[in-house]
């Protein structure tokens, strides 16, 4: 009797492994990091906005009240730039340090004590409001260098976790959570400021992000192999299919997708600052090349192939081109509604969260019922969604401010 050790990966689930549920639960660690980063920009307004020096012995008894729900500091212009902005000089400066340590010490703990640091310096922080602006500028500072160490270990997980042909998927999936987070942070924080008090906003953040620090200790664990409640059809898999990879080939697609973003930003400002092209063209050439070049080269991974190396490349370059995007579509918003960009991206990034998520539905579904062919169809898919978008992008693209977007003055007689 002959037994077949290679897993088919249309045998292997997806929905329900635990692969995919990593990438679900970095996804709610993404979203409670940019909770706890953002919502002191939009708190900030409760918190300053009074013309009154704090504390005035001649309020009546509901401003006391008022003022011990939402404490009110005279806090200038400068200072809450500065506070604003202080959370990503921590950011800046762990990324190094958090990648080189990321190869050293357990990724487990580093992102498990990582969050649950940052979250407890969010519960801190209404309480370092009422000591002085200095107190929450270090407490900002040092909050960003946890969710820096977040943000950077995270994605060495998916060396041991994600086999090749998944690691867009899982990725993407995981990070989504990134743009998902300010989404969550406009819709509620709003609410509880009234209903409850500015403060309760960095107490139910920090609170679920300690919650969700004691889970990862649980639930995760570094290897497949070590995992208790992984199943064996996706140990194997998981294990066969990154036999011949190692940590460098799952790194350069986000390398490469990084240098070609700040490449597209920085020759979309040299074409407009030269006259080169009108703004609504060099918005189309860099969306353009966002959503062909992935496609050509997914076709080139198709067909052209032939070999390991030719096939990494391809695969590395179909999943990094895509940030040319930056130059055009992603900031086209800013272009033309200036006044609703905040709005507007929340709500596109809301729209492109979901499509992910059917992505991974639909491309599970083939994967799942053609043994076959499944991946011709889902790049197929992909490509044929590509040229559909880009081809409504450029009939409809403008780059200027729209007449409902513009600020109007009114003028009184």
């Not at 407490?139 to 976790?161: A, D, E, H, M, S």
């Not at 998927?169 to 609410?191: D, K, Q, W, Y």
């Not at 920085?266 to 062909?292: E, H």
Request: proline share 4%.
């Amino acid at each position: 009797m002959q037994v077949d050790n290679q897993v088919s990966p249309g045998k292997v689930p997806y929905f329900c492994s635990v692969r995919y549920g990593i990438a679900v639960f970095l996804l709610l660690c993404n979203v409670i990091i940019m909770s706890q980063r953002v919502c002191l920009s939009l708190t900030m307004i409760a918190m300053v906005n009074s013309t009154e020096p704090h504390g005035l012995s001649n309020t009546s008894t509901k401003e006391l009240q008022d003022n011990i729900k939402n404490p009110v500091y005279n806090w200038s212009t400068e200072i809450q730039g500065i506070m604003l902005s202080s959370i990503f000089y921590g950011v800046l400066i762990s990324q190094i340090p958090a990648g080189y340590l990321s190869g050293i010490y357990s990724l487990k703990k580093m992102i498990g004590f990582a969050l649950l640091l940052s979250s407890l310096f969010t519960l801190l922080l209404p309480l370092a409001a009422e000591f002085g602006e200095i107190l929450v500028i270090i407490c900002r500072v040092i909050k960003g260098l946890f969710q820096g160490i977040t943000l950077t270990t995270q994605q060495v997980i998916w060396i041991k976790w994600a086999p090749p042909l998944e690691l867009g998927r899982l990725t993407a999936l995981s990070l989504s959570g990134l743009l998902l987070g300010p989404c969550i942070v406009l819709l509620i924080t709003g609410f509880i400021c009234d209903s409850l008090g500015w403060p309760m906003v960095f107490y139910i953040f920090g609170a679920c992000g300690c919650a969700l620090s004691v889970l990862w200790f649980i639930l995760f664990y570094e290897d497949p192999k070590d995992h208790p409640f992984i199943s064996n059809r996706e140990k194997e898999y998981i294990t066969s299919a990154l036999t011949q990879q190692n940590g460098l080939l799952s790194s350069l697609p986000h390398l490469f997708a990084w240098i070609f973003a700040v490449l597209a930003g920085y020759m979309a400002d040299i074409f407009q600052t030269r006259n080169t092209f009108s703004l609504v063209t060099i918005r189309k050439l860099f969306t353009s090349l966002g959503l062909l070049l992935p496609s050509l080269f997914s076709l080139c991974l198709l067909y052209l192939s032939s070999s390991y190396y030719a096939t990494i490349i391809f695969l590395i370059l179909a999943n990094s081109t895509g940030s040319f995007a930056m130059g055009g579509i992603i900031i086209n918003v800013l272009d033309i509604a200036p006044r609703y960009y905040g709005f507007l991206r929340g709500i596109t990034n809301v729209i492109g969260l979901t499509g992910g998520l059917i992505a991974s539905t639909v491309t599970g579904i083939i994967l799942s019922e053609d043994a076959e062919s499944p991946w011709l169809k889902i790049f197929l898919l992909m490509i044929a969604n590509n040229m559909i978008s880009l081809i409504f992008y450029l009939i409809f693209a403008k780059a200027e401010v729209q007449e409902w977007a513009k600020e109007r003055q009114n003028t009184y007689l």
